[in-house]
């Protein structure tokens, strides 16, 4: 069993408003390198928009340039230190993604200004077509006062009728200065992940299914979505009502018309996954369950409680992964799932992905106990960014449902006694957090990854994200330690 640790950048300690790919990061590779730990998990790298979701995202080829170091375009001659502070926008409550959006981008234009392009950037720029297109789309974006895609000039809304020579001096400029940006990001990143894998330490992934609206991806392939001719779709996507949430989850992304994907051998698809391989050692892929079936709803839908299941492309997406690159991906195959999905997993190969906050709802034949498992190919997660952390759900379980998980964990507290008389000798104090991690350890399975928050016993106050809530993402960590 591989063990690691999920933690996003966003949450990473220091100056400048957000985590990055600066000091803190190679100190948490050391810590985690020191702790035994060779996995390493973050959340997508890509560009985040409105709501400041990392699965809402502007580009699935793009990086966020947020995670761009300050103090390693410092030390490049591309700031001055004073520059730097002077762009500080930290706060004690976590990240503050108004602040980040009216100063960083001060702080990186003003880098700009002194960047000299050189042999690799140029190298850099021929060789990701995909980043060239987000660089124009995000030109175009600010061109016309950032409006979504749709509410653009007719001419501008598709790569297919855009044209070079329709850019002005200013558009140039602004396309120069988010190659920058990509140039710097990738540039950090790769040097972050080489640190990473010499001292033992491996990149955990994560690919968002969908993409946003308003991305450049659909401003390069529209042909590739369902839309209409006026760029706006007839249903989105989402999943209907669950644990989470009694409305469903109304994301709001447009749907693939897989029809046109087929055409050309799903040639996006197999570019994107082999892009993503490429960018860490194994990769998560978010909301498997909709390659077998997707679920739409109505555009202008308020909620996702009236939309439906329709047949998804199957295991022929995944026609141009070779079965050696598949051994490194996970499937997110949680939520509603069906003998489909299960019979779609194993048909790829793909790691399915466990989760051990939804053991213990009914009884010992639950299918996320690791007694009940069908082999090891599994990623096991005590939770993950849409949970609550460990300590703060086990306050809102029911009695019997705590009554279970401390006979399974061997946990007992002060606040439940009664446990420790019914447990035995067996018994041993804990908080659920430390207990489940414990019970994580002993289960057959080939990844194990546990969230910082419940490496640090942190409560409910730490939590990353409450799925289809607004405000969220803002987690951050005071200390690598741990």
Avoid at 197 to 225: E, R, T
Avoid at 286 to 315: I, N
Wanted: hydrophobic share 40%; aromatic share 16%; glycine share 8%.
């Amino acid at each position: 069993m591989e063990k690691g640790v999920l933690l996003h950048i966003s949450s990473l300690p220091g100056g400048y408003g957000i985590g990055s790919f600066g000091k803190a990061a190679y100190d948490f590779v050391d810590r985690l390198a020191e702790k035994g730990y060779t996995l390493w998990q973050v959340l997508p790298l890509t560009p985040t928009s409105f709501g400041d979701s990392p699965y809402q995202s502007p580009s699935a080829f793009a990086g966020n340039p947020y995670f761009i170091d300050c103090d390693f375009l410092t030390e490049k001659g591309l700031l001055t230190g004073d520059e730097a502070v002077f762009f500080d926008c930290s706060d004690e409550k976590g990240v503050n993604y108004g602040e980040l959006w009216n100063k960083r981008y001060l702080c990186l234009r003003k880098a700009f200004e002194r960047f000299v392009p050189d042999d690799e950037y140029y190298e850099f720029v021929g060789k990701n077509a995909r980043i060239s297109d987000y660089a124009v789309f995000a030109a175009l974006k600010k061109r016309f006062g950032h409006k979504d895609l749709s509410a653009w000039p007719a001419e501008f809304r598709s790569k297919k009728t855009f044209k070079e020579s329709m850019l002005t001096p200013e558009d140039v400029r602004e396309v120069e200065f988010n190659l920058f940006l990509q140039f710097e990001f990738f540039g950090q990143y790769a040097n972050l992940k080489k640190y990473a894998n010499d001292k033992g330490v491996k990149i955990v992934g994560d690919m968002p299914v969908y993409v946003s609206m308003d991305s450049a991806d659909v401003w390069a392939d529209a042909h590739l979505f369902l839309l209409g001719s006026d760029l706006k779709p007839t249903f989105v996507a989402g999943v209907p009502p669950d644990g989470f949430t009694e409305d469903g989850q109304l994301w709001g992304n447009p749907l693939y018309d897989y029809e046109a994907h087929k055409k050309d051998g799903y040639k996006w698809w197999t570019e994107r996954i082999l892009y993503n391989l490429d960018l860490f050692d194994y990769l998560r892929i978010d909301h498997f369950r909709g390659f077998e079936s997707y679920y739409k709803v109505p555009f202008g839908a308020k909620t996702a409680k009236d939309g439906e299941w329709v047949k998804g492309p199957g295991a022929e997406l995944f026609g141009g992964i070779s079965a050696e690159l598949k051994n490194r991906i996970i499937a997110e195959d949680l939520g509603v799932i069906t003998d489909e999905v299960r019979r779609l997993r194993k048909e790829t190969g793909f790691m399915g992905m466990k989760v051990l906050q939804f053991a213990f709802s009914t009884d010992t034949s639950n299918e996320y106990l690791p007694l009940n498992y069908d082999g090891n190919n599994y990623a096991l997660y005590t939770g993950t960014h849409d949970n609550d952390t460990t300590n703060g759900w086990f306050e809102s379980l029911s009695e019997k449902e705590k009554t279970l998980f401390c006979r399974l964990t061997g946990y007992f507290d002060d606040k439940h006694p009664f446990m420790k008389m019914i447990l035995g000798n067996s018994a041993v104090k804990r908080t659920p957090a430390e207990a489940l991690i414990a019970f994580a350890e002993k289960a057959d399975v080939r990844l194990l990854v546990v969230p910082i928050q419940d490496i640090l016993n942190l409560g409910s106050e730490a939590r990353m994200n409450f799925p289809s809530k607004q405000g969220q993402w803002t987690f951050r960590l005071n200390d690598v330690r741990f």
